[in-house]
């Protein structure tokens, strides 16, 4: 098994392959953690600007796996001046399914920044250009191969559409820029010497 000489101490290795997991497992949780600030970010913009539901993004993003039902009356209800319309089962697979999606994107980030060196203001740079790289490969690739196997339709392929194009990129930007600075302690601590 390959490995390296951890912080430069003779005779202390540390395999490749746990380190990557342990860098994966730090951008997971980073992921998870910028996924709650893009989902407050849309969530408000659902509930002010867009008039369409506070609660709405999750109810959407559920509807890859269940009926689009929620989503729907969240938007009448919204259009008639209640933006809060709440139903629990939608709400936490919608949540869920956001979480997972931003636990896998954020496991890619920290592995890119930790193979890069990536720290400081380099790694909220490339934060905010990875938010616009997983823009663009769930709005032309992961949503339309999400619709299509769980037969979803047009709320999840056309999502970007839906929500807007300019929110739709602010909230990636922003998914990427709260996962570099959440992966900023570890990227100060760890990756500049390994």
Known sequence: MATYAANNVPGHSVSILAQSTRTAAIGAVAGVGASLVMAMYAMIAAATYQNSGFFTPLYHIASVLIAPDAMMTSMERAMSGSNFYFTLGPAVVGAVIHMMVGAAYGAILALIARAAK??????IAAGAAYGLIVFAVSTWIGLPLAAAIFSAGDPISNMASMVGYPTFIAE????????????LPAARRNWGRS
């Open 118 to 123: 990536l720290h400081g203001a380099g790694l």
């Open 172 to 183: 990636h930007v922003l998914f990427g820029l709260a996962a570099a600075a959440i992966l």
